[in-house]
């Protein structure tokens, strides 16, 4: 088998390449650093050895001799390592001595690039590192050289002669004297430079100056510190997002995070995913969820209430005929959409998305009488099924799942504990937040309903974010104009 020197981009997991990303979906062992994103770690297969070298047990670092031992070992045992090292591994990261290790002893590696820092977290600053005619070249260079050897391999006087744009990595704790030999090799003390910390991440924060007025302490690593014209540019679309600098903690059940997560970081936030709810089989086994659908096919309607509901219904079906004759119903347009992405087009939604509106826009039953099949959740409310059974119909009341309180990791407290934002999809999700989290409520609370939002009100958490219609979408706008009509960030 393989070593394969994976580029692990600069920090937004959406820039690992396609390569780097097929390799940790089969990957046996994954080595990797400390500022590693757990979303690129979270890409392994289950059972998969993750070995952080960043830290050893003791809390020090692996020193390089003992990572390169482990490559070879893992190499030669037979297994699929994939080694993952920040930006490119063969930029200012030692990739070209592990390869070496490798080559040495006869294990086979494979190199994959990946995006450096160098150029991303400037792109993401809205700095070009180059631009037609102005900035024609580019000089990529390290401000942290091995003091072991007592002397230095950088000409900055020769750098700061030769123009052209300097993306400085590891710099930070050097910028004075490397700031220094650059004004002596003749840079203009006004040259635009500018710092971009924790760059392509929703920690990213960008300092705009010049050489003479950008000062270390502006800066903490890991930051990119690019001087030259380009500096100037302010093509500012990264931290423009409306929910850049906003931390928003997610408490829907792990499966259905992704939705919303993805939302809300596409929009610019800090998404913390903290599951209070977990979504498992009802206490039945889910016995009279299948025989529920054995007969669905002579029901009149099938009602779903949630968009787990419409998981549990599309993946118990056995044969998409057997809902022929049968309506659908769907509490609310999220429902509705889970069911579409089934292919099942929902023959009503209440305009208002609540069980009572569902009861008073539900038809009444045929002359003969009629049958409605309801999946809900176990613990669910029984507005519904009291309500149409006194409007003549045969309720048939199954429970469909059950959801059960799940508690946030230990590892996320401090986050969940500065964050700025709460997501509440559902009433349960707040019970359990609080038994799990006490007194801790972030400044901004957002409910998905009314119901939800009654239930998070009454546990002492006051909502300030309701979207008009229970759909993710419209939850993730009111949150963005929740944060606008506020001002600023952070
Ligand atoms: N191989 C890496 C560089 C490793 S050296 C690459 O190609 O990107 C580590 C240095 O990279 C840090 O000191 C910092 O200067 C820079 N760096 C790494 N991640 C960064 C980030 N998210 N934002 C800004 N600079 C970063």
């Given at each position: 088998m393989t070593v394969h020197l994976v580029g692990a981009g600069p920090g937004d997991p959406g820039l690992v390449t396609v390569r780097g990303a097929q390799l940790l979906a089969i990957a046996d062992v994954v080595v990797f650093d400390r500022l590693t994103a757990a979303e690129l770690l979270e890409m392994a297969p289950p059972g998969c050895e993750m070995v952080n070298v960043g830290k050893d047990p003791s809390g020090s670092s692996v020193s390089q001799d003992r990572i390169n031992e482990l490559l070879v070992a893992h190499g030669r045992a037979g297994r699929c390592v994939v080694r993952l090292k920040g930006g490119d591994p063969f930029v200012f990261a030692r990739g070209a001595e592990e390869a070496a290790a490798l080559e040495a002893a006869g294990v086979d590696y494979e190199v994959v690039p990946g995006i450096t820092s160098a150029f991303a977290a400037p792109a993401y600053a809205g700095i070009p590192v180059t631009l037609r005619y102005s900035s024609t070249h580019v000089t990529v260079v390290t401000g942290h050289e091995d003091l072991s050897k007592g002397r230095t391999d950088v000409d900055w006087e020769a750098i700061a002669s030769g123009g052209g744009t300097i993306v400085i990595l590891m710099g930070v704790g050097r910028w004075q004297s490397i700031r220094q030999r650059l004004l002596s090799g003749g840079?203009?003390?006004?040259t635009p430079a500018a710092a971009v910390q924790w760059g392509t991440t929703p920690r990213q924060r960008t300092v705009r100056a010049t050489l003479s007025t950008l000062e270390q302490a502006d800066m903490a690593p890991p930051a990119t510190i690019v001087v030259g014209n380009v500096a100037g540019e302010e093509l500012d679309w990264f931290e423009r997002?409306?929910?850049?600098?906003r931390s928003v903690v997610v408490t829907r059940a792990k499966a259905q995070a992704g939705g919303l997560a993805d939302l809300l970081s596409r929009r610019g936030a800090d998404v913390i995913v903290a599951p209070t709810i977990e979504v498992v089989d009802a206490d039945d086994g889910g016995a009279s969820l299948r025989a529920a659908i054995d007969g669905i096919a002579t029901a009149n309607w099938v009602v779903v209430t949630s968009p787990n509901g419409a998981e549990r219904l599309a993946d118990s079906l056995r044969d998409a005929r057997d809902l022929a004759g049968v309506s659908v119903a769907a509490i609310g347009p999220g429902t509705a959409s889970a069911l579409a992405e089934h292919r099942l087009v929902a023959d009503l939604v209440p305009g208002r998305h609540v069980a009572e509106s569902l009861l008073e826009e539900f038809p009444d039953p045929p002359a003969g009488g009629g049958r409605v099949v309801i999946l809900r959740a176990q613990e669910g409310r029984d507005v519904l099924p009291d309500g149409l059974a006194e409007r003549g119909w045969t309720v048939e009341l199954v429970p469909a799942y059950r959801t059960v309180p799940a508690v946030p990791a230990d590892s996320l407290r401090e986050r969940i504990e500065a964050a700025d934002a709460v997501l509440f999809a559902s009433s349960s999700a707040v019970r359990n937040w609080v038994a799990a989290m006490g007194g801790t409520c972030p400044p901004v609370v957002g409910a998905i309903g009314p119901i939800t939002a009654q239930t998070a009100s009454d546990a002492g958490m006051p909502v300030g974010v309701q979207p008009e219609q229970s759909t993710l979408d419209d939850f993730v706008d009111a949150l963005c104009a929740h944060f606008a009509a506020q001002g600023g960030t952070g």
């Amino acid at each position: 088998m393989t070593v394969h020197l994976v580029g692990a981009g600069p920090g937004d997991p959406g820039l690992v390449t396609v390569r780097g990303a097929q390799l940790l979906a089969i990957a046996d062992v994954v080595v990797f650093d400390r500022l590693t994103a757990a979303e690129l770690l979270e890409m392994a297969p289950p059972g998969c050895e993750m070995v952080n070298v960043g830290k050893d047990p003791s809390g020090s670092s692996v020193s390089q001799d003992r990572i390169n031992e482990l490559l070879v070992a893992h190499g030669r045992a037979g297994r699929c390592v994939v080694r993952l090292k920040g930006g490119d591994p063969f930029v200012f990261a030692r990739g070209a001595e592990e390869a070496a290790a490798l080559e040495a002893a006869g294990v086979d590696y494979e190199v994959v690039p990946g995006i450096t820092s160098a150029f991303a977290a400037p792109a993401y600053a809205g700095i070009p590192v180059t631009l037609r005619y102005s900035s024609t070249h580019v000089t990529v260079v390290t401000g942290h050289e091995d003091l072991s050897k007592g002397r230095t391999d950088v000409d900055w006087e020769a750098i700061a002669s030769g123009g052209g744009t300097i993306v400085i990595l590891m710099g930070v704790g050097r910028w004075q004297s490397i700031r220094q030999r650059l004004l002596s090799g003749g840079l203009d003390p006004l040259t635009p430079a500018a710092a971009v910390q924790w760059g392509t991440t929703p920690r990213q924060r960008t300092v705009r100056a010049t050489l003479s007025t950008l000062e270390q302490a502006d800066m903490a690593p890991p930051a990119t510190i690019v001087v030259g014209n380009v500096a100037g540019e302010e093509l500012d679309w990264f931290e423009r997002r409306p929910l850049f600098g906003r931390s928003v903690v997610v408490t829907r059940a792990k499966a259905q995070a992704g939705g919303l997560a993805d939302l809300l970081s596409r929009r610019g936030a800090d998404v913390i995913v903290a599951p209070t709810i977990e979504v498992v089989d009802a206490d039945d086994g889910g016995a009279s969820l299948r025989a529920a659908i054995d007969g669905i096919a002579t029901a009149n309607w099938v009602v779903v209430t949630s968009p787990n509901g419409a998981e549990r219904l599309a993946d118990s079906l056995r044969d998409a005929r057997d809902l022929a004759g049968v309506s659908v119903a769907a509490i609310g347009p999220g429902t509705a959409s889970a069911l579409a992405e089934h292919r099942l087009v929902a023959d009503l939604v209440p305009g208002r998305h609540v069980a009572e509106s569902l009861l008073e826009e539900f038809p009444d039953p045929p002359a003969g009488g009629g049958r409605v099949v309801i999946l809900r959740a176990q613990e669910g409310r029984d507005v519904l099924p009291d309500g149409l059974a006194e409007r003549g119909w045969t309720v048939e009341l199954v429970p469909a799942y059950r959801t059960v309180p799940a508690v946030p990791a230990d590892s996320l407290r401090e986050r969940i504990e500065a964050a700025d934002a709460v997501l509440f999809a559902s009433s349960s999700a707040v019970r359990n937040w609080v038994a799990a989290m006490g007194g801790t409520c972030p400044p901004v609370v957002g409910a998905i309903g009314p119901i939800t939002a009654q239930t998070a009100s009454d546990a002492g958490m006051p909502v300030g974010v309701q979207p008009e219609q229970s759909t993710l979408d419209d939850f993730v706008d009111a949150l963005c104009a929740h944060f606008a009509a506020q001002g600023g960030t952070g």
